[in-house]
């Protein structure tokens, strides 16, 4: 195991979840069972114990509990007795646990209304056993004391300055990245079971992995390896759909992921061989040589011709014969023509073309 300092604590919030609820049970006692040996029906007697009041009742306070529990563990792994968050998601955790909270006090008070007549009706559903089931009534200010959550939040500090031994935080501390090792291959095998049964895969199952990229990302500071993980998971994020569902090449990419990050063994290689990974380095493009410029006068500029020479076109000594004819006559019909040229001379104004005049006679 590697010593993570303790000074990653400057990034932890602890959060403590205060909940307590009334069951509804009592004690089974020696008495409750009659002398012929009969057994109470299930609905009342459970594990070395009787319900006094109908569970269903009751059922709510254990969904809000859950709630809060899961509230914390969507950014947060369980630490010291409570859970470690990140800082930066202490104030949007605080009001999200400040709701429940909230929530949970309407239900007691609209359980405490009724919880008289609640006791009574499950009495009546149980006649035979009204006088166990009498004896162990509660009253309602009772009850009312043992329904409350709260939950607290605070910052860890180690305090081995003030005492000779070890003060045993370092090694709560280094537990941190096991415990989010293992929430990861938690999760991962419940997305990979989700993935693997789904008729068709969608958004519902893009949505979960980036729930736990989110997570991871949010403790990434415990150990570096773990921003790489996110780096990974964000990869395959990018290359699912927006919306709708997945073709099968996405399925393979999203469940090929999740089975390496669902085995313990397969997450050490699938981290060891990100840490190893080389960065790669973008290829710069070779610089392009700059043209020389060019005036717009001189590409506009016209060609000079001598008319003067001999060889106005520059073909030289080009050989213009095509052997001899098969006739005297052209076969043009042009063999007594007499052709004659008259050039003009060159216009000096750059707006002016060169002109040629050929006559025939």
């Known amino acids: 195991m590697t010593t993570q300092p303790t000074s990653v604590l400057n990034d932890i919030v602890a959060v403590q979840l205060n909940v307590n609820q009334w069951t509804g049970r009592k004690k089974l006692a020696e008495n409750d069972l009659s002398l012929q040996g009969e057994v109470p029906p299930k609905e009342i007697i459970n594990l070395g114990s009787k319900h006094t009041t109908d569970p269903k009742a009751l059922k709510v306070f254990n969904t809000l509990k859950r709630q809060m529990e899961r509230a914390c563990l969507t950014i947060g792994i369980p630490f010291l007795g409570g859970y470690a968050i990140p ?6 955790l605080a009001k999200r646990l400040t709701k429940i909270v909230g929530q949970f006090e309407l239900e007691k008070t609209a359980y405490l209304q009724k919880h008289e007549s609640i ?24 009850v009312e ?24 935080l370092s090694n709560q501390v280094d537990s941190l990245g096991e415990t ?8 991962s095998n419940k997305l990979l079971d989700s993935l693997t049964g789904a008729i068709q895969p969608n958004q519902t199952n893009v949505a979960s992995l980036r729930k736990l990229r989110e997570k991871v990302q949010g ?11 996110v780096n990974k998971i964000k990869q395959v994020e990018s290359a699912m759909p927006i919306t709708g569902k997945l073709n099968t090449d996405e399925v393979h990419r999203l469940s090929g992921l999740l089975y390496q990050m669902s ?71 042009l063999s007594e023509a007499d052709f004659s040229f008259e050039f003009s001379d060159i216009p000096t104004s750059s707006t002016q073309q060169s002109a040629t005049k050929a006559t025939f006679f």
């Open 119 to 142: 006791q009574q009706d499950w009495i009546k559903n149980f006649p035979q056993y009204e006088r166990i089931l009498v004896k162990a009534l509660t009253p309602t200010s009772d």
């Open 219 to 229: 403790l990434a500071f415990l150990n570096g390896r773990f921003l790489k993980l």
């Open 180 to 187: 989010l090792d293992a929430d990861i291959l938690k999760s």
């Open 263 to 333: 085995d313990e063994d397969k997450l050490q290689a699938l981290m060891s061989n990100l840490e190893n990974e080389p960065v790669l380095v973008a290829a710069t493009q070779p610089a392009v040589e700059p043209t020389q410029p060019v005036s717009l006068e001189s590409a506009l500029e016209p060609a000079s011709v001598d008319f003067e020479s001999d060889d106005v076109f520059g073909l030289g000594d080009a050989d213009f014969s095509f052997g001899e004819p098969d006739s005297d006559e052209s076969d043009l019909g």
């Open 87 to 92: 800082s930066d998601k202490a104030d949007e």
């Open 145 to 168: 004391k043992r329904i409350n959550a709260s939950f607290s939040m605070f910052k860890v500090q180690s305090a081995q300055s003030a005492v000779t031994v070890d003060a045993g």
